[in-house]
């Protein structure tokens, strides 16, 4: 199972204040358990909203909204994605990260088979010829 890790943003996040080499160092030691174990299959960290967008889609209508935007609590700062049995090893992964304040969000990641009868053969044939394309762009093992 695939659970992506949200780190919620918080005032300073968002102010763009670089985290400490103290903390940078505890991050750092924690990835590379996840890494050790197996687990991390992505993780980085987030600029400020003020140098992101949104897409509002409403039918064929795209409207772009220029950060920043105002509801802190709302944002993201930055993410994980791990691979592991279950929710209950996602959550002891991060009651173990170096994190003394905010809020950490985990959410499973839809696999192909989560959709039943809705996901074809050929869309599972599409999906599968997508992931190997990227892998083989990106240099990642497929």
């Known amino acids: 199972m695939r659970f992506m890790i949200l780190v919620?943003?918080?005032k300073d996040s968002e102010a763009g204040v670089m985290p400490s080499t103290e903390i940078l160092?505890?991050?750092g030691k924690f990835n590379e358990?996840?890494?050790k174990a197996g687990v991390l299959l992505a993780g980085e960290g987030l600029h400020p909203s003020s140098k992101g967008a949104r897409v509002r889609c409403e039918g064929l209508k795209r409207?772009?909204?220029d950060g920043p935007f105002a509801e802190t609590k709302e944002l993201l700062a930055g993410f994980w994605l791990l691979q592991v049995k279950s929710k209950e090893e996602a959550i002891?992964?991060?009651k173990r990260?170096?994190?003394?304040?905010?809020?950490?969000?985990i959410r499973q990641v839809f696999e192909a088979t989560d959709f039943g009868d809705s996901m074809t053969p050929e869309l599972l044939a599409q999906e599968d010829r997508?992931?190997?394309e990227s892998a083989k762009r990106t240099g990642a093992a497929g």
Do not use: D
């Open 92 to 94: 002891e992964w991060i």
């Open 8 to 10: 919620k943003a918080n």
């Open 33 to 35: 358990e996840l890494v």
């Open 97 to 105: 990260s170096p994190f003394q304040e905010g809020e950490i969000e």
């Open 63 to 65: 409207t772009v909204i």
């Open 130 to 132: 997508l992931r190997a």
């Open 25 to 27: 160092t505890e991050m």
